[in-house]
């Protein structure tokens, strides 16, 4: 992903982790509207939200950034990162609600 990209900003990661949490939100939206249980949401979210998702990485490259004078990319990566981990979160529940409501 980042050879496709002219940019220092760490655009593997980050998708990676937005992925992560948009699965997290259908696992939790399946939960909550009934159509799975929580040792399914256990053991999907934690095994393979927990193996997809690189929230280390995302704080080592941050941290690089930084200390490589890019300061206005990490502070980019980390706010991003936040906002759409949880936008994708929130759309994940919508739509396992939406499906299975």
């Known amino acids: 992903m ?7 900003f760490p ?5 990676v982790n937005v992925t992560g949490c948009l699965i997290l939100g259908l696992l939790t939206g399946a939960v909550s509207a009934g159509a ?8 999907l979210g ?3 939200c927990g193996a997809l998702t690189t929230y280390s990485t995302f ?4 941290l690089r950034l930084t200390e490589t004078g890019a300061g206005l990319y990490a502070a980019a990566n980390a706010a991003a ?4 981990g949880l936008g994708a979160a929130f759309a994940g ?3 396992s609600q939406a499906l299975w409501s």
């Open 46 to 48: 934690t095994g393979l």
């Open 36 to 43: 799975a249980g929580p040792h399914v949401q256990l053991l």
């Open 81 to 84: 990162s936040v906002v759409a």
């Open 2 to 8: 980042q050879s496709r990209h002219d940019s220092v």
């Open 59 to 62: 704080s080592y490259e941050t």
């Open 11 to 15: 655009w593997g990661t980050f998708v």
């Open 93 to 95: 529940v919508w739509m």
